[in-house]
């Protein structure tokens, strides 16, 4: 296996787990042998993203040591992100208007799933608007926010902390050391933990396969489909105009992000590769302020592939149902988007919990979901390679709007990676 990359190893992995999956359908001891293998390297991930986050935004910030300046980097991120959030709605909502994949859904063929854990988690969030987003960004306990891995806190605590090494000159350097050398450490961690990738992966899709089976797949094929289709349309097209803009070719950057995606896209989770995109978009020429700043932000400000799905998911739903939706409920639909996609961030099962939140409001049953909720996983698949795409373009695209990109550097890393592709 040594001779293959990472990515090849992945799709090995993948390949293997869905012939697994298949081969054993319906079969309750994939899940009982395979699961603890998925869930170990999901924890293997989850135990070192939160000292990476803390470490290098620290370094970083200590490295800017401007309240103004950081001040303006967090404005200018906060509105781009808004802006591409609506355009995903937007996006959500002309593909399902224009290929209703609702319309003709026979729902006696289809089987509900329990939605009964997502409807509690919505019940205790729905009264967090976005002004109690941003009260909540404040911990009252850093070590209660680090336990829960509360990532707004956490970077709220470390852009304090590294503003404050900075304010007391020479004593803070000892700090700064021994911060710089968490973050080296825990790096080589991450390297250390993607040999399990592999492993990973074929574990999670090997389960997810033998759950889920074709049987659930056929009926919502349309929407399966369409969801993968706005995806990369969304990446080419809009993300790429934005890449094209900040002086980087979309194709680049998923060349860089390669073995990221693959890893993000059989395992359903951002958390996976948040370590080494915030690496690569350093090597890439952002500097390590912006990128360990943007990025994690982004993961619960910037979900351009959930809220793209959530629109879709919303009009598919009404589609079913025979309800009609002009377009001012349309509209209303994408402003709610707006903020309850906001106010619940970082909610486990986020993306079913915003729309839980959020069908109600414009008179869509909820009960809609449950005929979804089967094949949920193979479409968040495609919703969290656009997360990562989304945020690792984010931090480009600040370093460019700041006057802070490396375009030497840049230059060197593509050139990089172009030779190992020969």
Same mark, same amino acid.
């Given at each position: 296996?040594?001779?293959?990359?990472?990515?090849?190893?992945?799709?090995?992995?993948?390949?293997?787990?869905?012939?697994?999956?298949?081969?054993?359908?319906?079969?309750?001891?994939?899940?009982?042998?395979?699961?603890?293998?998925?869930?170990?390297?999901?924890?293997?991930?989850?135990?070192?993203?939160?000292?990476?986050?803390?470490?290098?935004?620290?370094?970083?910030?200590?490295?800017?040591?401007?309240?103004?300046?950081?001040?303006?980097?967090?404005?200018?991120?906060?509105?781009?992100?808004?802006?591409?959030?609506?355009?995903?709605?937007?996006?959500?909502?002309?593909?399902?208007?224009?290929?209703?994949?609702?319309?003709?859904?026979?729902?006696?063929?289809?089987?509900?799933?329990?939605?009964?854990?997502?409807?509690?988690?919505?019940?205790?969030?729905?009264?967090?608007?976005?002004?109690?987003?941003?009260?909540?960004?404040?911990?009252?306990?850093?070590?209660?926010?680090?336990?829960?891995?509360?990532?707004?806190?956490?970077?709220?605590?470390?852009?304090?902390?590294?503003?404050?090494?900075?304010?007391?000159?020479?004593?803070?350097?000892?700090?700064?050391?021994?911060?710089?050398?968490?973050?080296?450490?825990?790096?080589?961690?991450?390297?250390?933990?993607?040999?399990?990738?592999?492993?990973?992966?074929?574990?999670?899709?090997?389960?997810?396969?033998?759950?889920?089976?074709?049987?659930?797949?056929?009926?919502?094929?349309?929407?399966?489909?369409?969801?993968?289709?706005?995806?990369?349309?969304?990446?080419?097209?809009?993300?790429?105009?934005?890449?094209?803009?900040?002086?980087?070719?979309?194709?680049?950057?998923?060349?860089?992000?390669?073995?990221?995606?693959?890893?993000?896209?059989?395992?359903?989770?951002?958390?996976?590769?948040?370590?080494?995109?915030?690496?690569?978009?350093?090597?890439?020429?952002?500097?390590?302020?912006?990128?360990?700043?943007?990025?994690?932000?982004?993961?619960?400000?910037?979900?351009?592939?959930?809220?793209?799905?959530?629109? *879709? %998911? #919303?009009?598919? !739903?009404?589609?079913?149902? =025979?309800?009609?939706?002009?377009?001012? +409920?349309?509209?209303? /639909?994408?402003?709610?988007?707006?903020?309850?996609?906001?106010?619940?961030?970082?909610?486990?099962?986020?993306?079913?919990?915003?729309?839980?939140?959020?069908?109600?409001?414009?008179?869509?049953?909820?009960?809609?979901?449950?005929?979804?909720?089967?094949?949920?996983?193979?479409?968040?698949?495609?919703?969290?390679?656009?997360?990562?795409?989304?945020?690792? *373009? %984010? #931090?480009?695209? !600040?370093?460019?709007?700041? =006057?802070?990109?490396?375009?030497?550097? +840049?230059?060197?890393? /593509?050139?990089?990676?172009?030779?190992?592709?020969?």
């Amino acid at each position: 296996m040594k001779r293959f990359g990472l990515a090849i190893q992945i799709l090995i992995g993948l390949i293997l787990g869905i012939l697994v999956g298949a081969l054993f359908y319906g079969n309750p001891a994939v899940s009982t042998y395979l699961q603890p293998i998925g869930d170990i390297f999901l924890r293997l991930i989850k135990m070192i993203v939160v000292p990476i986050v803390i470490s290098t935004l620290i370094v970083g910030v200590a490295g800017v040591g401007d309240f103004k300046k950081l001040g303006k980097i967090g404005g200018k991120t906060i509105l781009y992100f808004e802006i591409v959030t609506t355009i995903a709605i937007v996006v959500g909502l002309l593909a399902a208007n224009l290929f209703q994949p609702g319309v003709g859904v026979d729902m006696t063929n289809l089987q509900k799933t329990d939605i009964h854990s997502y409807v509690e988690t919505a019940e205790t969030t729905q009264s967090h608007g976005f002004v109690e987003t941003f009260v909540n960004i404040v911990p009252k306990n850093v070590f209660d926010a680090i336990v829960r891995g509360d990532m707004l806190a956490i970077i709220f605590f470390s852009v304090l902390f590294g503003l404050g090494v900075a304010a007391v000159g020479e004593r803070g350097r000892p700090v700064l050391n021994f911060f710089q050398g968490v973050a080296d450490a825990m790096f080589w961690v991450v390297n250390t933990i993607m040999k399990f990738a592999p492993f990973g992966v074929f574990a999670l899709i090997g389960v997810t396969v033998s759950k889920f089976g074709l049987e659930s797949l056929v009926p919502l094929g349309k929407l399966v489909i369409l969801v993968h289709v706005a995806m990369i349309f969304f990446i080419f097209v809009v993300l790429g105009i934005i890449a094209r803009m900040s002086g980087i070719r979309i194709t680049q950057l998923l060349r860089i992000l390669k073995d990221e995606l693959l890893l993000a896209y059989s395992t359903s989770s951002s958390e996976t590769v948040l370590p080494r995109i915030m690496e690569k978009m350093e090597r890439l020429g952002c500097p390590k302020a912006i990128a360990s700043f943007v990025i994690p932000t982004g993961y619960s400000f910037n979900l351009d592939g959930s809220t793209l799905y959530q629109a *879709l %998911a #919303a009009l598919f !739903i009404a589609q079913m149902y =025979g309800i009609d939706m002009p377009i001012s +409920a349309q509209i209303t /639909l994408m402003l709610v988007l707006m903020v309850t996609s906001k106010g619940i961030a970082g909610v486990p099962g986020v993306s079913f919990v915003v729309l839980l939140a959020t069908l109600g409001s414009v008179g869509i049953p909820l009960d809609g979901l449950a005929f979804i909720a089967g094949v949920d996983r193979l479409m968040d698949m495609a919703r969290t390679v656009v997360n990562v795409v989304g945020n690792s *373009l %984010a #931090a480009v695209v !600040i370093s460019r709007w700041e =006057g802070q990109f490396d375009s030497e550097k +840049a230059k060197k890393y /593509l050139g990089e990676i172009s030779s190992k592709a020969a």
